[in-house]
């Protein structure tokens, strides 16, 4: 996956290119605020499926860790995602924690953990058998979550989670104001600290793991521990996402731990281009919104869209569609010059 | 003893069925390298296209065979010539992403032409009643199968041990550089073999439409099972593919039989225990 560095690789360690990534930071989280006010402004009503992007929006952030940084190709991650919703779900319901930062941190622990045991399978194996035990975990964690009905609820889906007002003051409103500000101000902090670990040397060594695993030995570091911490890590932000699904929607269903969820997310990575954390943003919101518009008008046609877009997707823009236009602005910055 | 008996023959029937489905995947992964998650939307296609032939044409179950293998081939064959060739040897997540995408369109358009209903195969008289062993009787569909499935078995063993062509594969599945070096036209080999493991696999969708029933998400629901067999057994090896079937078509028969309500729990149990175990498959080799 050489064609997937991506030009804001920030290897140098000089004052300038420091300051401008940290520049880049700041413009990324302005935009992400941004774009949620204008979410917000422009559809008042519609405040449900903008919280759904922002925690699937978490959810192919995880993706792109694992996928994007360090070239592991997984059609399961959803295992990550429901595992950190049922977790929040299952504090609130059954042990009546009802406190959203609490039910939070049990999202991220659970997502963690369902990171771990994933990154441990996943990694005994390459190539196609990999790609075969993503999707034999999923499957495996979708049958296990249908069976143990007096915990998750089965395929009713679980629910009766009622979550108290955030730190006491903002109630979980029916208009879903409270839940975008705290989906919105998740996906914040997240984002920017994400930024921070992907240009950390930790960072540097995943995307040196994905570039050349032999090398990475050579020079002394284990390719595998590194890949591990990094699905522990993917597993948290999962997990986050998955929670916040659970606060938000009040109701965990199945279909959080689905292979479609899991294959969509990949879709939208790709689409918005693997290896650059605005790359996942951007897919996710233009899959949601035109996913939203078409699947309301004819499900089936849905699926052939999505397939026609992946298609293309491969052949025209490799890169996604953030790689590919950070590419023409470079180019044209390059000509300018 | 009972149970014990129907689930051995479901099981051998099952596994062959998979076996005639996911050998070509296997043939065609292990020589062209790419990780095909639409094999089993040419199965679904040939399903379609046989009992588009046999229940509103009316043509004999035969003919329809015939007609599903060669009309799946022709199929096939354009969208490995437009689609396919791009993505040899280009990363598993552009060959993953590009397969499922073909895959999605199959099933939006099998869904937009047929209809989002069950389709069923009338079986011939021949094939519909039951034979009797003397102390147990068993449907004639599922010898019908095994049948099959042991003659694709034999005819590709000879065909690719015995022949000239066989050979030819062999060499490309080794090394395809130095084989279209020593002048075999590698071409030629990918798309015969591309369409050939087609057609077996459209054999499959019709001769196992009484196990696995045709409908538009037939492609998704199994395509893990037959990447599972592939990977299991170890790609371009048949007898690893044959043992990897009969194994995973036992252990999913078992399971339905004996405990109905874990559903494919211990199947993908097993699936990772197994890969976990082998990594290169059961009769992978080092590379």
């Known amino acids: 996956m050489t064609m997937a560095t991506m030009n804001d690789t920030v290897a140098t360690t000089t004052a300038p290119v420091k300051r401008r990534s940290f520049g880049r ?33 978490l959810l192919v952030l995880s993706l792109d860790l694992v996928t994007g940084y360090c070239g592991v190709a997984t059609l399961g991650q959803a295992a990550l995602f429901g595992s950190g919703a049922y977790a929040a779900g299952i504090a609130a319901v059954h042990f009546g924690i009802t406190d959203p930062l609490l039910m939070l941190v049990s999202g991220v622990l659970g997502g963690a953990f369902a990171g771990l045991v994933c990154g441990v399978v996943i990694l005994r194996a390459h190539g196609l058998p990999q790609l075969v035990l993503s999707i034999a975990l999923i499957h ?36 879903g104001r409270t839940a975008y500000g705290f989906g919105i101000g998740l996906l914040a902090v997240v ?54 699904n659970a606060i938000s929607t009040q109701v965990v269903g199945l279909d959080s731990l689905s292979f479609t969820l899991s294959a969509e997310s990949l879709v939208m990575l790709v689409l ?46 490799p890169r996604g569609l953030y790689g590919t236009a950070a590419a023409f602005v470079a180019r044209r910055r390059e000509a300018g010059r | 003893m009972q149970t014990i008996f129907s689930i051995a023959v479901d099981a051998l029937a099952y596994g062959m069925v998979l076996f005639v489905i996911s ?36 043509l004999g179950y035969g003919l329809a065979v015939l007609i599903a293998v060669f009309g799946t081939i022709v199929i096939a064959v354009p969208i490995e010539r437009l689609l396919y060739r791009r993505i040899y040897g280009a990363p598993e997540l552009t060959q993953v992403l590009m397969t499922i995408g073909i895959t999605f369109c199959i099933i939006g358009i099998a ?39 042991l003659a694709v078995a034999v005819g590709l063993w000879y065909a690719i041990e015995k022949t000239a062509f066989g050979v030819k594969l062999r060499a490309s599945v080794d090394n395809a550089a130095m084989a279209a070096a020593l002048g075999v036209r590698t071409e030629i080999v990918y798309a015969v073999s591309f369409a050939v493991a087609v057609g077996l696999a459209a054999l499959g969708g019709v001769v196992g439409a009484e196990l696995l029933p045709v409908e538009p998400y037939y492609a998704l629901r199994y395509m893990v099972t037959f990447l599972v067999v592939v990977s299991v057994g170890g790609a371009g090896s048949i007898p690893g593919a044959l043992l990897a079937c009969l194994l995973l078509g036992g252990i999913d028969t078992a399971g339905r039989y004996l405990m109905p309500e874990f559903g494919e729990f211990f199947f993908y149990l097993a699936v990772i225990a197994i890969v976990c175990v082998f990594p290169r498959g059961l009769a992978g080799r080092t590379r």
Not at chain 1, 152 to 172: E, R, V
Not at chain 1, 284 to 297: L, R
Not at chain 1, 308 to 317: G, K, R
Request: aromatic residues 10%; hydrophobic residues 55%.
């Open chain 1, 25 to 57: 930071d700041l413009a990324g989280l302005a935009v992400i605020l941004a774009l949620a006010a204008i979410g917000y402004l422009l559809f008042p009503n519609n405040l449900a499926l903008l919280t759904r992007i922002t925690a699937i929006a």
């Open chain 1, 191 to 244: 984002f920017a600290l994400l930024r921070l670990i992907v240009r950390s040397p930790f960072g540097m060594l995943c995307r040196g793991i994905k570039e050349d695993p032999i090398r990475i030995r050579a020079m002394g570091a284990s390719p595998r521990v590194a890949i591990v911490k990094m699905y522990v890590l993917s597993g948290a932000v999962a997990g986050v996402g998955g929670a916040l």
């Open chain 1, 272 to 317: 918005g281009g693997t290896g650059s954390l605005f790359g996942a943003l951007a897919g996710t919101i233009v899959f949601m919104f035109f996913e939203d518009i078409v699947s309301a008008a004819n499900p089936f046609h849905w699926l052939t869209m999505v397939g026609a877009l992946l298609i293309a997707v491969v052949l025209f823009a």
């Open chain 1, 140 to 175: 495996l964690f979708h049958e296990f979550a249908n069976k143990a009905s007096s915990w998750t609820g089965g395929s009713d889906g679980l629910a009766g989670i009622a979550p108290d007002p955030l730190l006491g003051l903002f109630a979980f409103d029916l208009w």
């Open chain 2, 23 to 58: 050998i070509g995947l296997s043939v065609t992964m292990g020589l062209m390298r790419v990780v095909n998650l639409a094999h089993g939307a040419f199965a679904m296609i040939g399903g379609y296209i046989a009992s588009y032939a046999a229940r509103d044409l009316g």
């Open chain 2, 111 to 149: 869904n937009y032409v047929f209809g989002p209903t069950l389709k069923t195969m009338p079986l011939p008289p021949g094939l519909r009643g039951s034979v009797d062993l003397g102390f147990r009787s068993i449907a004639t569909h599922r010898l019908f199968a095994i049948a099959c499935g």
